[in-house]
């Protein structure tokens, strides 16, 4: 039973060259309260974010209510690319598909903005939605 708690240990700290730039932990690695907005009429979204030193990227958001899990990838300093899948469901609890995340943005130590496209699977598989979003970010 602790061997999965020893694995995720294992996982968070372990050290990737992709978030050690010039051998200084890159400014992206943390926890972040996310907004999350989208053009028209789809309302804004919250989130909370935690990017580690190993690249992953683990969130959640006030409309999904699922755990996100996808990578990060530093691009110098300040810039850097992510992507991550949530599982979508009904409120009665039915599976629906997933929708995977792709953005790029920029980082400083107490902020981060980034965009790009969620795209949206149907349980089959087959693309329904690509919808563009921006987010801005504090670190808590």
């Known amino acids: 039973m602790l061997a999965p708690a020893a694995g995720l240990a294992a996982l968070l700290s372990a050290d ?3 978030a ?3 051998g200084r ?6 926890t972040w309260h996310v907004d999350i907005v989208f053009p028209g ?3 804004a979204e919250k989130g909370l974010f935690l990017f580690t030193n190993t690249g992953l990227v683990i969130c959640t958001n006030t409309r999904i209510r699922d755990l996100g899990l996808g990578k990060w990838t530093a691009h110098g300093s300040f810039r850097f690319d992510f992507t991550f899948r949530h599982h979508m469901f009904m409120p009665d609890g039915t599976w629906v598909g997933t929708l995977d ?4 943005g920029t980082v400083t130590q ?3 903005s980034s965009s790009g496209t969620g795209t949206v699977y149907d349980t089959s598989g087959n693309q329904t939605e690509t919808i563009e979003s921006r987010t ?3 670190r808590y």
């Open 16 to 18: 990737v060259a992709n």
């Open 20 to 22: 050690d730039i010039e």
């Open 110 to 112: 107490k902020t981060f």
């Open 25 to 30: 932990a890159h400014s992206l690695i943390g």
């Open 101 to 104: 995340i792709a953005h790029s």
């Open 41 to 43: 009429p789809n309302p």
């Open 136 to 138: 801005t970010a504090v």
